[in-house]
């Protein structure tokens, strides 16, 4: 659902830097009613990519989750490669 965004950033950043390219993990916590409380950088290999990385984790912010069944907060990671 959030691909295109995702996309997006990346595209707004070969702007600024032509060359980004690489793998980036991201890692975010979302909450047992389905908001997301943080997200960051969990493993990069790409150089110059603050721009990306903050619009990416921006996008991460803005989504939102089913309520957990369990109750508990989640801590998922997903990898990107880029270029």
């Known amino acids: 659902r959030y691909m295109g965004e995702i996309q997006q950033c990346y595209e707004r950043s070969l702007i600024d830097n032509p060359n980004i390219s690489g793998r980036i993990e991201y890692e975010w ?42 109750g508990q907060n989640t801590i998922p990671n997903i990898g990107f490669p880029f270029g």
């Open 29 to 70: 916590e979302i909450s047992s009613k389905g908001a997301v409380q943080w997200a960051k950088v969990k493993k990069s290999e790409t150089a110059g990519a603050d721009g990306l990385n903050n619009c990416v984790t921006g996008v991460f912010k803005k989504m939102k989750f089913p309520v957990a069944k369990n």
